[in-house]
């Protein structure tokens, strides 16, 4: 027993080592042009100068935050702000890790476990900060939350509701977060507490938000008027009419939807279940061994049936690998989370951590347009949770007829498990999917630096960067269009305007007056930007070609005007590779 006792501090010492280092190992692998270099670029260029003043507001700590990472040593390379963002990963897995084993004494390996499990699930770059911030806030929200409830700490629920009213400055759709007051009200029911408790602690989680919410609007309006902040909301509603996957009915029927996508497979786990219950309540004292055998032997055969249905797939480089099997899990623990909260005699913290793990579930979809994507993304807290309770269930329930709920859980655990680690080995990601054959790496590009990717994509940014360099077109601004945000970061190009021009959230009207002021500037400096187009969008600016990818009515209307723009100022084309165009002009 002693000497359980001075090993035990270095095993978990040794695990959260493994846990820090866990989310850096794909940090050079992959070279995204989408999401990364958008994500830097802002942090690069964080100013009402060069972003749309909806985006810079709706997501203004995580930028700010991003703006001091690109100020440390390497801070102007991918690689280094790759480390950085990376560790905001590693900061919430080691947190989690001793949390759980710490002030839950939930058993080392399985927290251990659960915080591998989660940095594998984390599909989207780290790069996005107003996700991983976000999920940050949250975290330590609810860990606050969780101390003082069980504790009776008031303070504790200040604090957290404090950090939960900041996370609206991480980003606007945080809003959404404010429903984790929910739990507050079902463990006050589970542990039957007094209105005047109730009433108390709900005071102070919502005294706490407003101080969170309030200081971030209070600096919005000494640093920027409030005026200007409020014009900019106002913005991101009437946003959501154009891009309709952002407003709130879409975002919910998202989740909706995507249980209902995996109800063909969850009738399977359900029918198991039903028929597997049905044979062990027969004759419940007798021949249990052969009901647990067969009961097996039907896990067995219903793995073997999903894996040859396409329930997850092989190919690790794509999220079809993870999604039904997590979604599936989802649901799946929000019902045995509901059977933990309305059981009798079961632990009053154990039932909160039930009700954490529903509440997670539902509020971690929301805010985002992913669906059920944004969801797995964060289950730092939702997957030791959930193998906490199935190690519980399995410990305390010797009944047979509980034996089939055992098995199916478990089941959904370990294709998670297996089909999880294996895509988080995998995965890296590279324009909204993951990245293949990347086995090149990227010389000549320094903020590109030793970074790997395909070799197509090395040598199509190599050239770009080499041409921009050579005919002295690095020191103007740029114009980019046609998903390639990432280029104003990668090629060290100043933004005339929205580096994401071609997004439905940026609008046509507001592109019209962006474009309009780079006119003026152009008439004031007497000098234009660089434009820089993905070549299938440039060919049908041209006429070259019918159709590019994500056309729509407004999108055509954004070409028009870059065709108007380029015309005026007599742009010719002065490099073209598979992938860019550039557009200079003497003028």
């Not at 002030?103 to 790069?127: D, N, Q, R, T, Y």
């Not at 005047?196 to 938000?209: A, D, F, Q, S």
């Not at 309540?281 to 061994?289: D, E, F, S, T």
């Not at 509980?402 to 859980?409: D, E, G, I, S």
């Amino acid at each position: 027993m002693k000497q359980k006792k001075i090993i035990k501090p270095y095993v978990i010492i040794g695990l959260a080592i493994l846990l820090l280092l866990y989310p850096l190992r794909h940090i050079c692998l992959g070279v995204d042009i989408w999401d990364t270099g958008y994500n830097y670029a802002n942090f690069k260029y964080n100013s009402l100068e060069y972003m749309d003043s909806m985006w810079f507001f709706a997501t203004w700590l995580s930028n700010q935050t991003g703006a001091f990472l690109t100020g440390l040593p390497f801070g102007d390379t991918v690689l280094g702000l790759n480390v950085y963002t990376a560790l905001f990963v590693s900061v919430m897995a080691v947190g989690t890790f001793l949390f759980c084993v710490y002030k839950l004494k939930m058993p080392i390996l399985l927290a251990f476990v659960g915080e591998v499990l989660a940095c594998s699930l984390c599909w989207a770059p780290a790069a996005i900060l107003y996700n991983y911030l976000t999920y940050l806030f949250l975290l330590a929200g609810c860990i606050l939350l969780y101390q003082g409830l069980v504790n009776g700490k008031d303070k504790y629920l200040l604090l957290a509701g404090i950090l939960l009213g900041l996370n609206v400055a991480v980003r606007f759709s945080n809003l959404t977060h404010m429903g984790m007051i929910l739990v507050v009200w079902g463990y006050a029911v589970i542990v039957r507490k007094s209105w005047r408790i109730i009433l108390k602690e709900t005071g102070m989680c919502m005294l706490g938000y407003v101080i969170g919410l309030g200081s971030f609007l209070l600096v919005m309006s000494i640093r920027y008027g409030f005026t200007e902040y409020f014009e900019s909301v106002l913005r991101l509603f009437e946003m959501t009419e154009v891009a309709t996957d952002y407003s709130p009915a879409r975002m919910l029927l998202g989740m909706v939807q995507a249980y209902f996508d995996c109800s063909y497979w969850l009738k399977r786990f359900g029918l198991m279940l039903v028929v597997s219950t049905v044979l062990c309540l027969i004759a419940p004292k007798r021949w249990q061994m052969a009901k647990k055998c067969i009961t097996l032997v039907a896990a067995v055969l219903l793995v073997y049936w999903l894996s040859q249905s396409n329930f997850y797939l092989k190919d690790y480089t794509i999220y079809q690998s993870i999604y039904y099997p997590c979604v599936a899990l989802f649901a799946l623990a929000i019902l045995f989370s509901g059977y933990f909260i309305l059981k009798r005699g079961t632990d009053a913290e154990d039932k909160l951590k039930a009700l954490f793990v529903v509440i997670l579930i539902l509020i971690g979809t929301l805010g985002s347009n992913n669906a059920m994507y944004s969801g797995i993304n964060n289950t730092f807290l939702v997957l030791p949770f959930i193998l906490y309770l199935i190690w519980k269930f399995c410990r305390q329930e010797d009944k047979v007829w509980f034996f089939p709920m055992k098995c199916v859980m478990l089941l959904a655990v370990l294709i998670v498990g297996v089909q999880g680690v294996r895509f988080g080995y995998t995965f890296s990601y590279e324009e909204a999917t993951g990245g293949r054959n990347m086995d090149t790496k990227i010389t000549g590009v320094p903020t590109l630096e030793g970074m790997i990717t395909n070799k197509e994509k090395a040598e199509n940014l190599t050239e770009l960067y080499n041409y921009l360099e050579e005919n002295g077109l690095r020191d103007k601004e740029c114009i980019l269009y046609g998903q390639i945000p990432a280029i104003a970061h990668y090629m060290e190009l100043t933004p005339a305007l929205n580096i994401w021009s071609d997004l439905r959230s940026y609008g046509f009207d507001v592109m019209c007056r962006d474009l309009e002021k780079v006119r003026e500037e152009i008439t004031l400096k007497g000098k234009t930007p660089v434009v820089i187009m993905e070549i299938s969008w440039a060919e049908y600016m041209q006429g070259k070609r019918q159709d590019a990818i994500f056309m729509d009515e407004t999108t055509i209307k954004k070409l028009e005007l870059i065709r108007a723009f380029l015309a005026d100022y007599g742009y010719e084309t002065g490099f073209e590779n598979d992938k860019y165009v550039v557009f200079s002009s003497k003028y």
